[in-house]
């Protein structure tokens, strides 16, 4: 039986940034906008949280089950090292997972913005069909393209929308910088499981596109939020303190450019989702005081 130090591991505490970034940077704009709200962020929050929880979880149990993850070098996974059986990992997922559904309804009833119902369940198939069903997508390179659409796009301008009831350029270049870095922690992290991909058969994005063009990949992204983030600077000077946060880039893209494999990329995950975080901080606040 799983410890519970095993428990909070198998949750990948180290993604959390991917669901509390684009919450605050949502936060700031609704806050530029003037139609900031604690229990409507809080409850976006929430969202967030047990959403990318229910997706770690759904990802421990798919992969374990097809025996993806017998030999793996990142973290643990609860299942394919045999620290808890299938199905209390999929127990927790499926929890999770119902967990978000009962706090997304409880904010779109709230707000009246039934719309969002749509969205929601379209997050909700697309965290268990990443890696689970019968043809996961997350097998066939599309992993960080719904992470930019779900934990960059949706995540930010959802927070924005239930608050302010209305979008703007602003926030659609949140959306962009932090569904760029969020994908730039999966492309971290599949760049790292090349090797024991392609003997699983694993297609992730970084199987199909290769070593060299992974790591390509991940400064392009990295580049993505630095452009972005002059581009709301321009709009509003204030958030080029942003900025600061894009060096903290600069030590995970030296480690990717300098071809480090294995465990010597699990930091490079950490790095990324701190600059995340911070850039969300930092572009957040300075939007709700500009």
């Known amino acids: 039986m799983a410890t519970v130090a095993q428990w909070i591991e198998g949750a990948r505490p180290r993604t959390l940034p991917n669901a509390v970034a684009p919450v605050l940077a949502g936060a700031g704009v609704a806050a530029q ?10 409850l976006a929050l929430l969202v967030a949280l047990a959403l990318i929880i229910g997706v770690n979880f759904a990802n421990d149990y798919s992969d374990g089950i097809r025996g993806t993850d017998a ?4 973290p643990l996974r609860l299942v394919g090292s045999g620290a808890a059986p299938p199905i209390q990992v999929l127990t927790a997922a499926v929890s999770c997972l119902a967990t978000a559904a009962v706090f997304g309804l409880a904010l779109v009833v709230a707000t009246g913005h039934w719309r969002l119902l ?9 965290a268990w069909f990443y890696t689970g069903g019968r043809s996961p997508y997350g097998y066939k ?23 302010a009831g209305t979008l703007n350029w602003t926030a659609l270049g949140c959306a962009i910088a932090v569904g760029a870095l969020s994908s730039a922690v999966l492309v ?14 694993k297609r992730t994005l970084a199987v199909l596109l290769g070593d060299t063009r992974s790591r390509w990949l991940y400064v392009a992204l990295a580049a993505v939020s630095v452009l972005v983030t002059v581009a709301v600077g321009l709009a509003h000077p204030l958030a080029f303190i942003a900025l600061a946060a894009t060096l903290l880039l600069m030590k995970p893209v030296r480690v990717v450019v300098g071809g480090r494999t294995g465990l010597d990329l699990v930091p490079v995950l950490r790095d990324t989702g701190l600059a995340m975080l911070a850039w969300a901080v930092l572009a957040g606040v ?5």
């Not at 906008?33 to 809080?42: M, N």
């Open 188 to 201: 971290a992290n599949n760049l790292r499981d090349i090797p024991t991909d392609t003997e699983s058969g």
């Open 141 to 163: 390179g599309f992993g960080e393209v719904t992470v930019f659409v779900f934990f960059g796009l949706a995540a930010v301008l959802g927070t924005v929308y239930v608050q």
């Open 33 to 42: 906008l003037g139609a900031f709200s604690w229990w409507r962020t809080l």
């Open 286 to 290: 300075s939007l709700a005081f500009s």
């Open 71 to 74: 030999d793996r070098v990142g």
């Open 118 to 126: 749509l969205l929601g369940g379209m997050c909700l198939a697309a």
